[in-house]
């Protein structure tokens, strides 16, 4: 099988990360090669850019600002990256891609959607993921877990009020309206257990795994 092209995509708080990690250890241990990554950041570059991009103490920035300083991590990890991984192939595990910032600079702060298109041909040519994860949860619940969290580091984003996690929301569902085939929806509302069956369901069916392995993982 070729190597797939897997994004995880979802409000901050979704739990988006946690289960990535946990799939990226549960491929490896079922035999399958597999990469976790993760945008902004990724390489060297990314990960500078990442630190600029979430630091707090530039305040706000124009969306479309922030618009090219994700794509500039962007393309930095598809070429040194994303791209080398599948080539080997190797499966690529993303958390968040495009539609992220779809989502975040197109749907939460209102920079015209043509725009990120045409940045994003410019940056990637255009490159989808071959099948995206979107851990959904409602805005509310979703502010009030990064409200909650007790990091010591704050980072520019989680200064966002309820009304942008609503937008960016919207901007997902659109996204899946619009890409329903790429698409599947996880609902992490619940309890972690019960979504990362879900995720591991999905993983086996686009990455041919045996229900072997799933009833294995679940002891
Ligand atoms: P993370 O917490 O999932 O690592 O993401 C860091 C923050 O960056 C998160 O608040 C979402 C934001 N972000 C965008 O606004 N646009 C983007 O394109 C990406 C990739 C992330």
């Given at each position: ?51 600029v991009f979430l630091d707090p103490s530039w305040g706000a920035l124009d969306g479309t600002v922030e618009s090219l300083v994700i794509f500039a991590s962007r393309r ?144």
């Open positions: 099988m070729q190597a797939k092209f897997i994004t995880f995509e979802g409000l901050d708080g979704s739990g988006k990360s946690t289960h990535l990690e946990r799939a990226a250890d549960w491929l490896e241990t079922s035999g399958l090669s597999c990469r976790a990554t993760k945008e902004p950041g990724g390489t060297p570059l990314g990960d500078a850019l990442r630190g930095q990890h598809l070429l040194e990256v994303i791209e080398p991984a599948l080539a080997a192939g190797t499966h690529v595990l993303c958390d968040r891609f495009t539609d992220s910032t779809v989502a975040y600079q197109g749907h939460g702060r209102g920079v015209a959607l043509d725009l990120i298109e045409r940045i994003d041909a410019i940056a990637t040519g255009g490159r989808v993921p071959d099948h995206t994860l979107l851990f959904d949860l409602p805005a509310e619940e979703a502010h009030r877990r990064g409200q909650s969290t007790s990091r010591e580091v704050v980072d520019r984003l989680d200064a966002e009020d309820l009304a942008f996690y609503r937008r960016v929301r919207e901007g997902y569902s659109r996204l899946v309206g619009a890409h329903p085939d790429r698409f599947t929806t996880i609902d992490s509302s619940g309890p972690a257990e019960r979504t990362w069956r879900r995720v591991q369901q999905v993983l086996a069916e686009l990455l041919g795994l045996e229900e072997r392995s799933l009833v294995t993982d679940a002891g």
